[in-house]
């Protein structure tokens, strides 16, 4: 059988893939790509998206690790997420670096178990993660329901700490919402990294990076797309989120050639802070996998772009509150 040879564009992907970057995460020791692959999509349907069949979806992880993508980040809550991983890499192990979190421990009441019932929820979460994930170890284990109770508990404290140092856990974080949350993260000496809210309307987590990188903390940067309303799509806002809608719509002006589109000034806006050790983007099709990976080229923003771009950001950032939209049924998309 006579191969054919690949298009034109895909040579020119498959170069710039081999080519990214990496950056440090943190003190940590691993060396990680720009962009970070978000598993949410490929475990359960997301906002509104038809989850992708399993062969699709090994696909198109093998994809991304061919393509220079090495850091990767699921949950335990993120449905298939973790088994679609460990089929895709449980012979290259060694070649990615698996960021997964721990289940939701909260009791009924909203409060924090007592240890014993902690040590069994969080030893049980890890349990299954390592068994779906078909490998012995996790490379960065988080908390993926932080506050400042749940960071400044004990006990919590006390058993990732154990865990990392049996072997079994390679690093610590936590996944933060408020900027008071990350800063706390930041200087309590107990976090490897923190995974942080970030984007061109909500930039109140600006003013920690100096810190992350001053206390060797490794820093994640997600909601990039602002749940989709970074991307330029026409979606249908609810009337509650008219004022959102209007402040996006001044990043148009910014559209042109150099700037191709909304996606790209997005993310290429994250990526031009160095204490930044990678961008997650949800990917579920091959699509979003060749955009990302044409956007992440090593040439980003000037400062005088930068300062721009931060004096655009929403003026009410504390109104920016995407679980809290999600509840209230705003979010339609």
């Not at 995460?25 to 962009?35: D, Q």
């Not at 449980?90 to 009441?109: A, G, P, S, W, Y």
Request: hydrophobic content about 40%; some cysteine.
């Amino acid at each position: 059988m006579v191969k054919m040879p690949p298009k034109r564009g895909q040579v020119v992907i498959l170069k710039q893939l081999r080519s990214m970057k990496k950056r440090k995460l943190g003190n940590t020791g691993f060396k990680i790509s720009e962009i970070a692959f978000g598993g949410v999509g490929i475990g359960m349907p997301y906002a509104g998206q038809k989850m992708p069949e399993e062969l699709d979806s090994i696909h198109l992880l093998e994809k991304a690790l061919d393509g220079g993508i090495n850091f990767y980040d699921t949950a335990r809550m993120y449905g298939r997420s973790e088994e679609m991983l460990g089929k895709a890499f449980k012979d290259k192990r060694e070649k990615v670096v698996i960021n997964t979190k721990c289940v939701h421990f909260l009791d009924q009441d909203g409060k924090i178990p007592a240890k014993r019932e902690l040590v069994k929820i969080i030893h049980k979460s890890l349990e299954n993660s390592l068994k779906a994930l078909q490998t012995d170890y996790i490379d960065v284990y988080m908390l993926h329901q932080s506050s400042l109770d749940i960071l400044k508990n004990e006990d919590i404290i006390d058993i990732f700490s154990h865990l990392k140092n049996k072997g079994t856990i390679r690093a610590i974080g936590a996944s933060t919402y408020l900027p008071e949350e990350t800063d706390y993260c930041i200087n309590s000496g107990v976090w490897d990294v923190v995974q942080v809210p970030f984007n061109l309307m909500d930039q109140r987590q600006q003013v920690l990076f100096k810190a992350a990188v001053d206390n060797g903390v490794g820093l994640i940067v997600r909601s990039v797309l602002f749940r989709g309303m970074l991307t330029g799509r026409s979606l249908n806002y609810h009337k509650e989120l008219e004022k959102v809608k209007e402040h996006i719509q001044r990043f148009n002006s910014l559209i042109g050639q150099d700037i191709p589109d909304m996606i790209t000034l997005a993310t290429k806006f994250v990526l031009s802070y160095p204490p930044v050790s990678s961008v997650l983007i949800g990917m579920d099709q091959m699509k979003h996998l060749d955009k990302a990976l044409q956007i992440a080229d090593g040439k980003y923003y000037p400062q005088t772009l930068l300062g721009i771009l931060e004096g655009m950001a929403f003026p009410e950032p504390e109104f920016l509150n995407l679980p809290q939209w999600d509840r209230k049924g705003w979010l339609k998309n």
